[in-house]
C-alpha cells in the first residue's frame, strides 16, 4: 500500500481574478463574513483581526502604528525633467496584459496579482524626492499601492525580519521590514500623475520617501518576504554599495 503524496496546492489556484479582490479561496469566507462589501480599510483589519495564529508582533504594530510620515512637497514642486533612467540593463519588455506580481516567502496566503487587481485597491498619490548616489535628484509625484496593504492580505508568518524585491531586469534588492511597512513605501504605476511608462519601471516598480534610488527597483515581479537575509542582498549591495541606504 502506497500514501498519496501530500500535494502543495499550486499558485494558481490562489490567483485573482479580474471581478475579485481576493483570492478564490479566501473569497468564500470572506464573502460569508460580510467582509467583501465594505472598504479595503476594514477588509485588511478584518483580514488581520481574524487570524488564527498570532500575528507577527512587529509587522502588526507596523501595521496599526504607522510610523512618522515624511514631509511630502506640494505637486507645483514637482521637477519633470530632473528624474534621469538610470536602469544597469536597459528596459524589459513586459506586457501589462499578462502580467503578474507574485508576493510569497515566509507567508500564509502567497498571492498573484494582476495589474487589474492592483488598479483596485486604494491608490495613494506622493510628491517626494527621489536621490540617487550618483549625485542627482529631482522631485516626483507616485502614485501606486501602499506595499503594507499587500503584506497584509499576504499574511507573513511571525518571523518575517526582511523583503526580497526581483526585477524583469534581473536587478534585485533586499529591504528591513520597517521599511516596506512604512506608509509611503509604494508599489508605484504612476509618475507624476501620468501611468509609469517602460523606462521608469513599468507596470510597477517601488516609490518610497525612505530609501536611495537603488533600492527603488522598477519592473518588480516578484517580492519575497523571509525571515533571514541570503549572501546576496542586492545588484549594488553585493558590489560594495551600503545595505540600509536610508534617507
Ligand atoms: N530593476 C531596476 N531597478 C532600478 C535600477 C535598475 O537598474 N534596475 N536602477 C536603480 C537606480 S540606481 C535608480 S537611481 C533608480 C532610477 O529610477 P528612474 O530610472 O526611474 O529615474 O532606479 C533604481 N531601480
Ligand atoms: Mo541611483
Redesign the pocket.
Known amino acids: 500500500m502506497s500514501q498519496e503524496p501530500e500535494q502543495k496546492q499550486p499558485d494558481s489556484d490562489i490567483e485573482f481574478d479580474d471581478t475579485d479582490l481576493v483570492p478564490r479561496r479566501r473569497f468564500l469566507t470572506l464573502a460569508g463574513a460580510g467582509l467583501l462589501t465594505i472598504g479595503f480599510g476594514s477588509f485588511a483589519e478584518g483580514l488581520v483581526g481574524g487570524l488564527s495564529e498570532p500575528f507577527n508582533q512587529q509587522v502588526g504594530s507596523l501595521i496599526f502604528q504607522p510610523q512618522q510620515p515624511v514631509p511630502e512637497f506640494p505637486i507645483s514642486a514637482i521637477e519633470p525633467d530632473k ?7 536597459g528596459t524589459p519588455a513586459i506586457a501589462t496584459e499578462t502580467y503578474r506580481l507574485t508576493i510569497d516567502g515566509e507567508v500564509n496566503n502567497p498571492l498573484s496579482l494582476s495589474m487589474s487587481n492592483l488598479q483596485k485597491l486604494p491608490l495613494t498619490s506622493m510628491v517626494i524626492r ?1 536621490v ?3 549625485g542627482w535628484a ?1 522631485i516626483v509625484q507616485w502614485g501606486g499601492v501602499r506595499l503594507r496593504d499587500l503584506i497584509a492580505i499576504a499574511k507573513p508568518s511571525a518571523q518575517v525580519k526582511y523583503v526580497y524585491f526581483y ?3 534581473g ?1 534585485y534588492e533586499s529591504w528591513d521590514i520597517d521599511s516596506v511597512m512604512h506608509p509611503q513605501t509604494l508599489m508605484a504605476y504612476q ?1 507624476n500623475g501620468q501611468i509609469l511608462t517602460p ?3 513599468a507596470p510597477l ?2 516609490a518610497s520617501p525612505v530609501k ?9 515581479t516578484r517580492i519575497q518576504l523571509t525571515s533571514e537575509l541570503g549572501k546576496k542582498r542586492g ?2 549591495e553585493d558590489l560594495g554599495y551600503e545595505w540600509y541606504a536610508g534617507l
Not at 83 to 89: G, M
Not at 212 to 220: A, E, N
Request: proline share 0%; glycine share 6%.
Open positions: 528624474l534621469i533612467i538610470n536602469s544597469f540593463r527621489h540617487c548616489v550618483e529631482a526585477s524583469a531586469d536587478y509618475k523606462e521608469y519601471g516598480r517601488l536611495l534610488g537603488y533600492k527603488l527597483s522598477k519592473w518588480v545588484y549594488w
